[in-house]
């Protein structure tokens, strides 16, 4: 009994010097983990699009059709999983979400033929689409509103931090032992995962769990649908309903033909790729990070949740400039 009371004064003593308890960090560093899975579970395909395509002798709009088809119920499925979490809770559909990705990564590794790789890849859409909006809900019954940037900032850096480090492990175990090894590593990270979800997952003060969540799960039930509309119509959730579909169309064209531009146009070899592009996103989860702490900082200041959204903006234009610039690149 002493040993407990020690372990819940020293967890309030860290929850009112960060304003985060410490099973609420372990939870962020869970998600974390998730993300770095997920964004490598999704762009690894891209980067041995070379090898997969000489295998299964595919036409360039049959590799489009691939990278497409991750898309292809991608909306649906966040929308439709994700109101579910609302229902059953973010702790056990991120758990289904990982069991998702496991059977559909390992499922590749049997793959032989252009329909069976397609029907992959519309699996793993389906299973990722949730994953960022239930994390973020999950995340959010954790943090309090002025740790909220910094906190999803570190959630979906694990989006860069993954590639960035699995990558070239991967495009080596690729280089050595096939394509296939990679998806079976990524398989078994995911299941791995989902064993230490069993012991970390847990709803936070909003799913009920803690003092006073029993009553905000009542008050979220009598609110009116009314409000929910005036809500998704609102200039906020507009702009950044906006900002998220530029980004995934961008997202979507890199992953499907990056590697095959860089590989084929560019001359470069998998080594290279692999190193140039953890750099780059190791210097993108760096300014994710900084821009996430001014956010937080501004919003302490102003009080104002719109702060975000014009560091969105800001975060957009810096996009379109080097995008643009890249255009610009001539032939090595």
Known sequence: MEQNLTTTETEQADTQHTGISRHGKSVIASLFVLSAISFTDKSIA???SVPIINE????????????????????????????????????????LVAVAWTIVQIATVFVASFPLLLLTRVGLGIGEGPYAGVAMTAAAKWLPRERRGLGFAIITSGNLVGPAILTPILILFAAAYGWRSAFLILGVCSLFWLVGWM?????????????????????????????LLSLLFSRNVILITLATFAAYWMQGLLLSWLAVYLIHVR?????????????????????????????????????KLRVYVYMLCV??????????????????
């Open 46 to 48: 891209s980067y041995l």
């Open 199 to 227: 012991f970390v997952g847990r709803e936070g003060a909003e799913g009920g769990d803690l003092v006073g969540g029993a009553e905000q799960v009542l008050q979220r039930q009598r609110a009116p649908w009314t409000g």
């Open 56 to 95: 299964f002798h595919l036409s360039a709009s049959q590799w489009g059709i691939v990278g497409g088809s991750f898309f292809w119920l991608f909306s649906l499925s966040s929308l439709f999983v994700g109101a579910w979490s609302d229902r059953v809770g973010t702790t056990r559909i991120l758990a």
């Open 315 to 332: 975060v957009l234009v810096m996009t379109a400039i080097v995008n643009y610039s890249a255009v610009l690149v001539g032939p090595l």
């Open 267 to 303: 001359h470069l070899q998998f080594v290279w790729i692999a190193a140039i592009s953890g750099l780059s996103v190791l210097l993108t989860c760096l300014v994710q990070i900084l821009l996430s702490l001014l956010a937080d900082r501004w919003f302490r200041h102003t009080g």
